[in-house]
């Protein structure tokens, strides 16, 4: 189980294994292939576009699956907004990183991580937020 499948079942959604969850988890899949099969441009020349376009396929599958959670329990439903918001924005960040030169390319990904990192304490309505 994944950290995103981990935060649904948090806030209360359970996996309804139909048609549409099956087809957004093949989705994810192939981002995943599609992030492994950019590895070698990336360690090598330090090309992340592929790596990039497949973590980003893999994540808006997520969006996807947080907005059926977010229609399918009214109590949780803000959450999983939030969730949505948090992952689709930080999404757009990795696309722009790409159009950046060094070193603020790596500012970015620095940036990037932080900001993934930090969706899931931000996203439940933590009253620290």
Known sequence: MGVGELHLVRVGVRHTDDVPYRLLTMVQMTGVVAFAAGVPA???ELDFTVITLGYVVMRVALIAQWLRAAGGDP????AALRYTVGVGVVQI????RLALASP???VALVVLIAAELLVPHWAPGSPHW
Request: glycine share 36%; no cysteine; hydrophobic share 35%.
């Open 75 to 78: 109590d949780g439903r803000p």
């Open 42 to 44: 990336g360690l090598g």
């Open 93 to 96: 960040g990795w696309l722009l």
């Open 104 to 106: 603020w390319d790596g």
